[in-house]
């Protein structure tokens, strides 16, 4: 389930995206914005898939949002952890996310039922690459929310084990190698929410 949520939360932008625009096209005629507040008022609603398909939206968009918003709160399971060796792949990633999400969707349009079963079809494909390949990180909201993205190896200091992860760190957070940091696994990334020296006195 936590993987379905993740999943869910990285379209955030998309759905977004698409509800601005489908709001836009409904105010212009031929580019034109022709739309007046009375207009906007007297129009019949619910009488088309673009009205469901924006509320279906609005309400993915707000349950994710804040689900994301609880799991990247520091919880009481706290590891530490000693970084090894670590590698940058906020840019990486997002450039992987707008190829992938939002090029091979920027076409569709909430106006027309073909292109919502379109885009829910690609969902459902690119759900299950995400999910069976473990893809949870790449998710933009993470950004937003004033994280970034790692991948590297580092040490459990409960187990010794070493582990090569995706690891989603705090912009405030300087991480570096040969430092030792507390956080929690999330089974497909770890989550690092300070340094270990932060909790002596």
């Known amino acids: 389930m936590r993987r379905i949520m993740l999943f869910i939360s990285s379209y955030i932008p998309l759905y977004v995206l698409l509800i601005i625009k489908n709001i836009l096209e ?3 005629d031929e580019g034109k914005f022709t739309a007046t507040l009375t207009q906007l008022k007297t129009a019949h609603y619910f009488d088309e898939v673009n009205d469901y398909a924006i509320v279906a939206l609005l309400f993915l968009s707000i349950i994710s949002f804040l689900y994301l918003k609880n799991i990247t709160k520091k919880s009481g399971d706290v590891h530490y952890y000693n970084v090894i060796s670590i590698e940058d792949q906020t840019g990486n990633m997002y450039f992987n996310y707008i190829s992938i999400y939002l090029l091979s969707c920027m076409g569709l349009t909430l106006n027309s039922t073909v292109d919502v079963f379109v885009l829910i079809f690609l969902m459902l494909i690119v759900g299950y690459i995400y999910i069976s390949n473990h893809m949870t990180y790449m ?4 950004q937003f929310l004033g994280f970034k993205i790692y991948e590297g190896s580092i040490e459990s200091e409960s187990t010794g084990k070493v582990l090569h992860s995706i690891i989603i760190v ?3 957070i300087f991480l570096k190698p040969e ?3 507390m ?3 999330k089974e497909d990334f770890i989550f ?4 270990a020296e ?3 006195n």
């Open 170 to 172: 705090n912009k405030s």
């Open 179 to 181: 430092s030792s940091y």
């Open 183 to 185: 956080g929690s696994g």
């Open 198 to 200: 932060d909790t002596e």
């Open 26 to 28: 409904r105010c212009a």
């Open 192 to 195: 690092i929410t300070g340094k």
């Open 139 to 142: 998710n933009p909201v993470f």
